[in-house]
């Protein structure tokens, strides 16, 4: 009989050993899966951070090509080359009376 005893306290703390590793290994991956996961949601809170910052990029070079496109038909017309000719050159219309101050 004593020997019966000793097999189930052998038996007993094999499984209370196997039971505690057990126990270790799923806390281990608890904690790793939880360290993971708070550093995704703080990659997740960069992206979206990244993503508005982008957004907004995106909307003023669109801003800035409607800017451009308009200027570039202004650049087009009859007006714009009549004020550069004015400034620039120095032109004038040939009905115009080009006045100089006297000195």
């Known amino acids: 009989?004593?020997?019966?005893?000793k097999r189930k306290k052998k038996d007993r703390w094999g499984n209370r050993i196997a039971i505690i590793g057990i126990t270790l290994?799923?806390?281990s991956l608890a904690l790793?899966?939880?360290v993971k996961s708070?550093?995704?949601m703080k990659k997740d809170l960069e992206y979206q951070a990244r993503e508005e910052a982008l957004e907004k990029?995106?909307?003023s070079e669109e801003q800035r090509?409607?800017?451009l496109e308009e200027k570039r038909v202004y650049v087009q017309t009859k007006k714009y080359i009549e004020e550069v000719a004015k400034e620039k050159l120095g032109l004038v219309n040939p009905n115009e009376i080009l006045l100089k101050p006297a000195p």
Not at 1 to 5: E, N, S
């Open 32 to 34: 790793v899966v939880n």
């Open 57 to 59: 990029q995106l909307e």
């Open 25 to 27: 290994v799923v806390a």
């Open 38 to 40: 708070t550093s995704m």
């Open 1 to 5: 009989m004593k020997v019966r005893t």
């Open 65 to 67: 090509a409607a800017e």
